[in-house]
């Protein structure tokens, strides 16, 4: 098997995983309501998952649990790519508000921190931050 198809499994085994990881959250406190339905559908179109996939993803015997990497950076990476994911159409509406929060917490971090993560993420990926900030992200 050359090189590439690893690569490409393994982005598609990342992108299984982080709508896997969407609907384990959404499906936390029971079911998944029709709003829940509608944002795990707008993720699935997002990460191409099948509708195989989906239909294996969404069986009450999920089979792909939530991973919470033990490394700070690890979680704060799938934190970015999940605002990539949600800021591909160039908005955050409250329903994936409420998703990344969950999210945010299923990776581990505490709540206080995800709170401020999610603000600070949200003014970055929106371009409303702070000049020092910009500053900051310039000289990095």
Do not use: C
């Amino acid at each position: 098997m050359p090189v590439i198809d690893w690569y490409e499994h393994g982005e598609k085994r990342k992108e299984l995983a982080h709508f896997a990881t969407l609907a384990s959250l959404a499906a936390v406190d029971g079911e998944i309501n029709p709003q829940e339905k509608a944002i795990l559908d707008k993720f699935a179109f997002k990460l191409n998952i099948t509708e195989a996939e989906y239909k294996e993803v969404m069986k009450k015997d999920n089979k792909f649990p939530i991973e919470t990497p033990h490394s700070g950076e690890k979680r704060l990476r799938r934190l970015f790519d999940f605002f990539q994911i949600i800021f591909s159409d160039n908005e955050i509406d409250d329903l994936e508000r409420k998703m990344v929060e969950k999210y945010a917490i299923g990776l581990g971090f505490p709540l206080k921190k995800a709170e401020e993560i999610i603000e600070k993420s949200i003014k970055i990926f929106t371009g409303k931050i702070d000049f020092e900030d910009y500053q900051y992200l310039l000289k990095k």
